[in-house]
C-alpha cells in the first residue's frame, strides 16, 4: 500500500488539497513538505475525522493530553476534560490513560472529532503486570492494536538506547529520567542487559506504523527534569540517535516528528529547537514547554506558555498543554482549560513570526481598530477567550470605558482630540 509521503513524491493527494485550505498554504507547497518530511499530516485512515498538518508553513498547534491514572480513574470525567479541551482551541488530544479499560477508554475519545495520540508502552506495562515481564513480542502488539484502532500519531522512546542509558550514567541527573516511558525503557534496558526493542527492531516497526498511516512522534524519554540537568550529556545522546531514526523513518515512508526538550534555561531554547531541526532535517518539533523554571508549580501553564512562545520563534511547531497541576496532580477540567487557553495564546503568538502580515496579524489590526473605537462587542469576538475578556469587563458595570481609566481613559482622549482637529480642518 501507497503512504501518503510516496502519494505527495507523486502528486497532490486529495486530504493534502483539503487542508491546504485550513492552512491557507499552496497545495503543492504542502505536498512537497509531506514528502520531504518537514510536514506531516495526522489522519489514521482507520477512522474518518478532522485531519491536522503540522510543520513547516502550517499554523503551531496544540495538543492535550488527558487520561486515567491509579490514583483518579473516571473516564467519563476525561472525555468531559477531552471536549472541554477541544472547546479551548486544542488541535489534538493524547490519551496517557493507565487505569481502567484501555481499549474503551480509546474507543470514546476516538469518537470525538480530533487526532488522537498515544504512548502504547503504558498499555504494555499494564497488561505485562510490571516492567519485568514486558518483552518485545507484547509491546510491538500493544501498537498494532492501537494502529487498527485509529491512532494518528504514538510516543514512541526509539532513542532510550543503550547507548543514552551509557550517558546517563557517566554523567548523572539530578532527577534521572523524568519521562514515563522513557523511565519504562531504562529499567528494561537495566533489568534485561538487552537493546531497547523499538531502537533493536525499528524497521519492524516502521513497516506497522506505515501500513495504518500512523505519525511516529519519537519521544524524548532523556529529557531533563529540571534546569540542573539541561546541559548533561542523556539528552544530546538521544537527540542524535533521534536524527538518525528520523531519516530512517523518512526513507521508508513512514511520517514522524520529534518530541523535546523538557526543562531548559530560556537562553538554551534557541540552541536545542536549531540542534533538533538540524538533525533530524528540519523534521516537525513537538515540545512540552519548554519549561523555563522549576519554581513555580501552579503556575506551570504559563512556565510552559513562555517557553513555547520562545520555541515557536525558532520555528518550532506544536506545542503540548502543560496544565496548573503539572508535577502537582492530575488535571481537573479547570486546569485543562486554563492549560490549553495558555498553550493557545503561545501558539498564537508563534503564528505571529511564522505568518508575517497574514490572518494572525490581521486579527491583532482588528483588536486595535475595535480598542480604539471602544467597540466592546467587537474587542469580545476577536478576543482568543472572548467570553472570559467579557465577564472580567463587565464585573464592574456597564461602561463604555474599562474602571481601571473610567472618565480618564487615554485611548478615548486621544481619539476624540484627533477626531475634533479633522472636523476642523474639513470646515
Known sequence: MESLIEACKKGIPDEVLAISKVEGEAPG???????????????NERIRKSSCAIGQGCSVKVNVNIGTSSERCDPDLEIIKAQVALANGADTLMDLSTAGDLTEIRHKILNLNAPLGTVPIYEAIRKAGNVQNIDS??????IREQCRQGVDFMTLHCGVNKSAFSALKSDPRLLGVVSRGGAFHVAMIATHGEE?????????LLEILKEYEVVLSLGDGMRPGCLYDAGKRAKSTEYLTLGELA?????????????GPGHIPIDQIGYNVDFLKEVTA??????LG????DIAPGYDHIVGAIGGAVACMHKADFLCMVSPSEHLSLPDTNDIIEG???AKIAAHIGDLIRKKGGIPFEREVKMAEARRDLDWNEQFST????????RIHDRDGESDTCSMCGDLCAVRLVRDLFRKEEQESSN
Open 282 to 287: 528540519n523534521a516537525p518539533l513537538y515540545l
Open 290 to 293: 519548554p519549561l523555563v523554571t
Open 196 to 204: 531497547n526493542p523499538l531502537f533493536k527492531e525499528f524497521d519492524y
Open 247 to 259: 531519516q530512517r523513518s523518512l526513507s521508508a515512508g513512514v511520517q514522524r516528528m520529534i518530541e
Open 137 to 142: 513480542e507484547l509491546l510491538f502488539r500493544v
Open 340 to 342: 490549553t487557553r495558555a
Open 29 to 43: 507547497v504542502l505536498a512537497k513538505g509531506i514528502a520531504n518530511g518537514t510536514v506531516v499530516l495526522l489522519k
Open 383 to 390: 478576543a482568543l477567550f472572548g467570553e472570559n475578556a467579557r
